[in-house]
């Protein structure tokens, strides 16, 4: 195929040898097969700010620091310099979180290296070497979706143990290998200690998990995994090896119609976001 203008410098420099095809394109980013020398990866060419249409970015860039003083000014003052140090900061981030998240057991794909707003890492394939399929168009038995659930429960309590949180995690971002989930896309990954949207990006990941396990095994949705961790996080008690039931005193004896109000609108806000996926990854891509 034609090769994309962003992977040409890569092309010239010999890190990438082939572009094969196009895998996917997406809100933030589009993704290509790619060849280097003897091994296929994936090619992940990130969007600049003006065609990139991940919303409420500034949620997740909250916590985020440079060491550079000069960047950090040039980053709150917004001026050019200052957008693309951003642009890099954003890029980075999902470097740095697979490569956090690859050495403290999280399944993810493992990166190359980031060139230019181009991330190179590892093709994640099936037992027959094709493209590993999404969460979202696998079917599963009531056995696999509650042995994958607990899977992602452990892979979501090693990210918060690492300070970690996803932010945007659902059946979209999960490819499933021969040996069940991968967790990708982590460009908006935050702190979770110094994010103020950390707890209720973390209580969304779980929850999303949590409806796409249940409507295979309906048990799942009674558990509230999310809480617990949040609450042994708080406390400093949470580690890899704690025990977790899925299980959460109530506070109150009737019902936060708040918090009911919340829950309806984020599940509400993810479906939005879920349809602007599929029309994204839809849509022709331009050269």
């Known amino acids: 195929m034609k090769t994309p203008k962003q992977i040409l410098p890569l092309i010239e420099d010999g890190i990438v040898d082939e572009v094969i095809s196009q895998l996917m394109s997406g809100k ?3 993704v290509y097969v790619v060849r280097c020398g003897e091994h296929i990866r994936c090619a992940k060419v990130y969007k600049d700010v003006q065609h990139r249409s991940f919303k409420q970015a500034v949620k997740y860039q909250e916590g985020r620091k440079v060491r550079n003083s000069r ?3 040039a980053m709150e003052k917004g001026s050019k310099f200052g957008r693309k140090e951003q642009e890099n900061v954003w890029q980075n981030a999902e470097v740095d979180a697979l490569f956090t998240l690859s050495r403290v057991g999280v399944k993810v794909p493992q990166p190359h290296g980031c060139y230019d707003g181009v991330l190179i ?4 394939t099936d037992n027959d070497g094709d493209v590993a399929p999404r969460l979202n168009d696998v079917s599963l038995t009531a056995e696999q979706a509650i042995e994958d659930h607990v899977t992602m429960v452990h892979y979501i309590r090693l990210m918060l143990c690492a300070g970690i949180v996803h932010g945007d995690l659902s059946e979209f971002n999960v490819l499933v290998d021969s040996y069940g989930p991968v967790v990708i896309d982590l460009p908006q990954a ?3 200690a110094a994010n103020n949207n950390a707890q209720e990006m973390f209580l969304r990941d779980v ?3 949590r409806l796409y396990y249940g409507q295979y095994a309906p048990e799942i949705l009674d558990t ?3 809480e617990e961790m949040w609450a042994l996080y708080q406390a400093g008690e949470l580690t890899a090896e704690t025990v977790l039931y899925g299980e959460v005193a109530d506070n109150h004896a009737e019902a936060d119609v708040d918090s009911v109000l919340d829950e309806i609108k984020a599940a509400f806000e993810q479906m939005q976001e ?3 996926r599929i029309k994204a990854a839809q849509a022709p891509e331009d050269d």
């Open 28 to 30: 933030e980013a589009s």
């Open 71 to 73: 960047r950090g000014r």
């Open 121 to 124: 890492m590892d093709l994640v």
């Open 190 to 192: 935050v702190n979770a």
């Open 207 to 209: 929850r999303n998990m």
């Open 224 to 226: 509230r995994f999310g």
């Open 274 to 276: 879920n349809q602007e």
